[in-house]
Nanobody, 126 residues
Framework: QVQLVESGGGLVQTGGSLRLSCAASGRTFSTYAMGWFRQAPGKEREFVAAISWRGDSTYYADSVKGRFTISRNNAKNTVFLQMNSLELEDTAVYYC???????????????????WGQGTQVTVSS
């Protein structure tokens, strides 16, 4: 069973930064693309960023492009989301997710992922 555990969320003022981490169990982490999604109260879960299994390709939602950076350390089974210039609209629970099959290109749709973490709360205040 794969387990994904997010950390690094918290309360930050607008313009501030946070770095989220997602630690994965299992020995096959390096063969799966990973994604970050977020869900604000009353809204659907939405795509934020994704990274290929090798880490050589990244994808971002337009709303975070230029402010967020996804990266991974396959030796440590961890994927990161560096969030800079945070805005009020970034307030949400952030989830990491693992792609359904190994060696697949990342996707922006949540249906393309079948393992999810429990989420970490990010709150941006003015």
């Amino acid at each position: 069973q794969v387990q994904l555990v997010e950390s690094g969320g918290g309360l930050v003022q607008t313009g501030g930064s946070l770095r989220l981490s997602c630690a994965a169990s299992g020995r096959t982490f390096s063969t799966y693309a990973m994604g970050w999604f977020r869900q604000a109260p009353g809204k659907e879960r939405e795509f934020v960023a994704a990274i290929s299994w090798r880490g050589d390709s990244t994808y971002y939602a337009d709303s975070v492009k230029g402010r967020f950076t996804i990266s991974r350390n396959n030796a440590k089974n961890t994927v990161f989301l560096q969030m800079n210039s945070l805005e009020l609209e970034d307030t949400a629970v952030y989830y990491c997710a693992r792609r359904r099959q190994p060696a697949m290109v990342p996707t922006t749709t949540k249906e393309g992922y079948n393992y999810w973490g429990q989420g970490t709360q990010v709150t941006v205040s003015s």
